[in-house]
């Protein structure tokens, strides 16, 4: 569906060429200090312009358009709006007769019997992650004083990956990476059994970006190597601090309140200008196809806010469960 | 929480040492047949009694008390209930005090105050997936002629690894392993834009399960060293059969009609015998303990089964949601 | 929560006299005709003007952003946007501080900390239904060919109203009144037990609706003082005809196929321009005071088209949630 | 569904006549003392026994088979198993051909499809609020100093009703009834706009109860008569407390901290001896049919408990949505 959460919620609308693109978030508490410049940071952070990434200079204007009175939350859902730019749409007439391999243009039209928006990719779109990026904006805010930092660990296998996306870019081509992600100061106790294991909440958040196909908790793959006198971390005082943090923060799928570490790996982009061959819905016959337009070379150059985001709002939602986040908050965050 | 899915849903209990455990499945179509014996041979594969496994012989018995008349579902919730023999709990005495390192026992006394019922792992044993694995066997009934199987690509770093987990044994110690997971016949259309991808909803209900540390589909984190042109599997027919399979059926967050192929990570198991430092709660000193009673040395082995009813689970409430399962079988599943 | 629905979900955002007010609607199947001007039949029956209404003229202009393509829904939220008008606020500056008798401004201040909207009612606003107005059209048009009809039935206890809604503006007073709602053309089996009974359904939408203090399926209250052989509905045949309708046509939580009816009592608005004694939360004494601004006499006679699509919405859920409409609609609902 | 509630969340299963009946309770915190014991009181209350009541004599002997260790819930799902007798089963065949007229037999067959357990009116029953009833004990320990009463305002008409029961019981027939519930001590600032207001999830809960045709708030639906300045309950002091209480204790959807009041009226019941037409689904003809087995003359006797479990239930979920109660509770509540 398109909403998540069980306290603090999102729904998100709106398509890559529709007329506007946002998110509801409902459940933020009362009292938070929230105004558009708020979000100015984390949206630059997301934007195209970087050697990389596509030359498609969205907007990105946030509008503030119910759920803040004088500054402040004020318990009712927070909307927030995108005005998207009028795009050139022409540029992807033929994608439900030529699906463009990678990408969901086949699943899109299997899903919904082609009465899907095709434009930019409709609701399938990197687009949609704007929205994601606003809201999580709050739920950084929520979470504070913990903090988040995602970072790009490597792209195309590198760690010096300036040559691979001018390569890539050169040949009309696009190029993967791996993310990694850690929050500092989050209380312990986090995460609900069975099923709402913290791993479960903020996969399922992660999976939700376009792009994403694998994630690891701590040591990850590397722990089906280890034995488990390497693996487990030693417990060294009453706070639980534990002496390495091969599990990522997280144990019996709740918190421990050391770092909470996760890696994710980013796909390289469906969309690319090199031709491939495809099938063509209505003759049945190949097609070779060559994706017009502005396209990021390196999607993942982009995701680190947005993993972020993710992040913050899966983490603020068990926060709220957990009753660590008062429902009016009266004198946390200044705004700015 | 300790219920999951939208219309085929599944709320557990029970401990490892309590009395019962078990599983309430509700929204299962009316129609189905189902009895007792249906569940035996998963049920078995899950067992303990294999080199590297407890020698626990847990009894497993397993009891349809309710949601079944006449030997099929009536549409009603069904109640699986096992009866836990007696167990030795006070092998598991002091684990508030000292808590065991890489285990839940830290995080479940921060969580829940100390109240929470500490023998065997309580609510965090892996004991719990004896619940899963009987829902799956439910779930799989709903997903047929689609068929799912989960198999062990490596323990201990390698195909061989019958010295390993021998080893292992002998030293007190345990050892991880990964496995992979290949459903073959699902539809197209399966899974939700924007939160509810069936990437989303898989590794949700897999991060379920005590032990999992990573999930990828497809290649996986692989493609993060890929060329677009290099991942992007090229579609061959109407039917969106593609030559390759590296986004693991899965396109945009959707079953495109291809396998659906994922791995997960399984840690090794945090209970040793193998002597380990860890905090003493109350004196606030280091203490060595070594874990009695009898471990699984390597808990992946009992897994595929585990596994496969996980994403049987998960895949049966994307075809119910998509409505490729109707709310009455007539013809279907004739038991045995 | 300001959201409702197992699939066919809705999210409703804005304040009285904030920027915006509208309604995500996610879950609706692809294929359904629409566009804006479907919406203006019911908007228009919501809106003002008739004597016992509110002479303010809000504008409802309704639009359409998101989740229709070529005049056809799409799949995707329908994200459908009122700009609200500048609005007086100034008139209810205050309100904070001598809280209205029977009104939620209190209510308000005790929830969210004197952080809410006080601007005309804010999030607790009548005006919020014009969003339950607009969703419902969509709604309706997937229950078609089922046909719901709410009406009016008595007016500060008589059916001829018109002198009672007279007096009452002139004393500057207000009445309530009551509405009856029959569906006709629903399949037999909506509502789910235990808890999603057709009842539970309906009323939890019904009470949504401000102002509304009691609801009745059927004979309702009056059916405490019959007698089992008077109060059963007497089955004609196959198809579950009955020569009555005292259950309202639900047995069991279950819709029977025969007129679905339900009754429920509207309150007098409670911002009246008559002047009451509160509390003045401030000084701690007595206020006396008389709401300003332009109010309903009868909200009641806004609230039959109200009924309806709260109906509809509930109902339409229960229909996806039974698998009575598709998810792709190929040809049915020509818009207009 | 068969499960309800947002963090305080019950799953129901069971069948009249099936091998067992009972509830999982989830979410409840840590700490709470529980215990067999506590459970008698009230199903004492709900059980047969008085005149005007089935002389069916369930044992209703409550087994805690998880989620309780050393006397305190754990934070685990509390699981809560009534046995049920060997019934005689045998008096409820052929319902399925003959419905009976206003019961679910006919309804039941057609959601799904003949394949319901019939015995006893099956998931249908009212046995089935024997779980409600024991989820209701745990529910009141957590609302806790509030308190809550409900009773029986009238039968058949009357507040004296001895003789209408007599002569309904000698008749072969049934009467029906209304009851008041009311709960003192709430906290102001329960219920969530805009889809959850108090009324909406009391009333949820209420009309899953089997035989609820009604329910109105305060006032109720004499409200429909009143004018707004006789209606609106003029506040006296800081605390919220209102001269009157026309509004049950709710505005705008949020209790108000007076008392919550509210009336439900009960249908007589369907099942009764004196001889009714209905159709006989093979032969499509006529058959009179007379019900056999013990049947209560008068439901509304056993339902005062029942009202009272389902308003803590819901009430317990709102108090935790709203941080009220703590997911771990230290002191209060000693059990007995």
């Known amino acids: 569906m398109n909403s998540f959460g069980r306290i603090f919620r999102l729904s998100v609308f709106g398509e890559s060429h529709g007329k506007k693109i946002g998110v509801v978030v409902d459940g933020c508490p009362a009292g938070i200090a929230l105004k558009e410049p708020d979000f100015r940071h984390d949206l630059e952070r997301r934007r195209a312009g970087k050697p990389g990434t596509t030359t498609r200079r969205e907007p990105d204007t946030l509008h503030i358009d119910g759920g803040v009175f004088n500054g402040r939350t004020t318990g009712a859902p927070i909307i927030l709006i995108f005005s998207n730019r009028k795009a050139k749409s022409e540029e992807y007439a033929g994608l439900k007769d030529t699906p463009r391999p990678g990408h969901a243009d086949f699943t899109a039209v299997k899903k919904y019997g ?52 001018q390569t890539a870019e050169k040949e009309g081509d696009s190029v993967g990476g791996i993310i990694e992600c850690r929050t500092k100061g989050l209380p312990a106790g986090l995460g609900e059994p069975f099923f709402d294991s913290a791993e479960s909440v903020l996969s399922h958040l992660m999976f939700s970006i376009p792009g994403i196909k694998g994630i690891e908790f701590g040591s990850g793959f590397a722990c089906s190597k280890m034995k488990g006198s390497e693996y487990n971390d030693i417990i060294m005082d009453d706070e639980g601090t534990t002496a390495t943090n091969r599990s990522g923060g997280i144990n019996g799928g709740i918190t421990n309140g050391n770092d909470l570490i996760f890696r994710v790996a980013v796909r390289p982009a469906a969309s690319i200008r090199k031709k491939q061959p495809t099938i063509h819905l209505i003759t049945h016959q190949t097609a070779w196809i060559s994706v017009k337009g502005r396209h990021d070379a390196c999607i993942a150059l ?20 957990e009753q660590k986040i008062p429902r009016i908050v009266r004198e946390k965050n200044e705004s700015g």
Not at 144 to 158: K, N, Q, R, S, V
Not at 305 to 321: S, T
Request: proline share 4%; charged share 20%; no cysteine.
């Open 114 to 165: 082609g009465y899907n928006d095709p434009r930019g990719g409709g609701t399938f779109s990197g687009r949609m992650t704007v929205s994601l990026t606003a809201a999580g904006v709050i739920a950084k805010k929520l979470l504070a004083p913990a903090a988040i930092e995602a970072t790009l660990l490597e792209i195309a296998g590198t760690k010096e990956y300036g040559k691979a996306i």
């Open 302 to 321: 982009r995701m680190p806010v947005i993993i972020e985001a993710a992040a913050a709002i899966a983490l603020a939602d068990l926060m709220m469960l």
